[in-house]
């Protein structure tokens, strides 16, 4: 597939997909849907990719959402209608392979369907986060949803409810958990490259293990997700002993953030 609206690229078992769409501030189109749906379909089958950085084009934005100057297909029966989340999710396609998102300049709306899903979150100093909805009259349900299992309730209905008048700071974003780390502008995309690569360097068995284990015991009580977790520990280690030998490990020593 010809792609038009990303760019990608797979370089020593990394992934990188880059929103290309500045001129829009990357909002996502119709094209975007389906190219995302047919790359998660690749990352998915492809195992010589481990990891996935995503990432935006651009100075102004990160991603603000659908493109509303374009639009996406909408079916003309509501009960057919579907989620833009089915196609941009990564784990709603079942993509256990861990995902990056480095995030500059405005995370607006629809960009939640990644940054709810991703498993490491970091951002750049001048990064900010709100979701508009509210303030154009729209019900904001489907990314708040996905975000109240991110951060703390409270936080995601005043992101919710204040819409367009108040945006979340990186440094607030870093108090709130919804990032683990900020960034000068420059050193953001080396850095989220760093860390994909380190998680690359794991067998990645137990990698793609921990991710489903963790994201499924969300919807799971919490027996249920220890049970199946047990069976994932079994499945992803299937013979029986640790695939690295732990003497060969380097010990890092303890680093503050």
Not at 56 to 76: L, Q, S, Y
Not at 142 to 169: C, W, Y
Not at 216 to 225: C, K
């Amino acid at each position: 597939m010809e792609l038009t609206t990303v760019l990608y690229e797979v370089t020593d078992h990394v992934a990188t997909i880059t929103l290309n769409r500045p001129q829009a501030m990357n909002g996502f189109n119709q094209p975007m849907l389906e190219e995302f749906s047919t790359l998660w379909d690749t990352v998915k089958a492809d195992d010589d990719v481990r990891v996935v950085v995503l990432r935006g084009a651009g100075d102004r934005a990160f991603c603000t959402g659908m493109d509303v100057k374009e639009g996406i297909d909408r079916h003309p029966n509501v009960w057919s209608q579907t989620d833009p989340g089915e196609f941009l999710s990564p784990k709603l396609n079942q993509v256990w392979k861990p995902l990056v998102c480095a995030v500059h300049g405005m995370a607006a709306g629809g960009a939640f369907y990644w940054l709810n899903e991703a498993d490491i979150l970091i951002c750049s100093e001048e990064a900010t986060f709100f979701d508009p909805h509210v303030s154009y009259g729209l019900t904001a349900a489907l990314e708040p949803i996905g975000l109240a299992r991110r951060i703390p309730l409270g936080e995601t209905l005043r992101i919710a409810l204040l819409g367009l008048d108040e945006r979340v700071s990186a440094a607030r974003a870093l108090q709130i958990g919804l990032v683990s780390e900020v960034l000068p502008r420059e050193r953001l995309w080396e850095r989220a490259d760093e860390i994909a690569r380190i998680i690359a360097a794991k067998p990645p068995a137990a990698i793609q293990g921990t991710v489903r284990a963790i994201w499924e015991s969300l919807d799971s009580t919490r027996t249920q997700a220890l049970r199946t977790g047990l069976s994932y520990t079994q499945i992803g280690n299937p013979i029986g002993k640790a695939e690295v030998d732990r003497s060969a490990v380097p010990r890092a020593g303890w680093t503050l953030r």
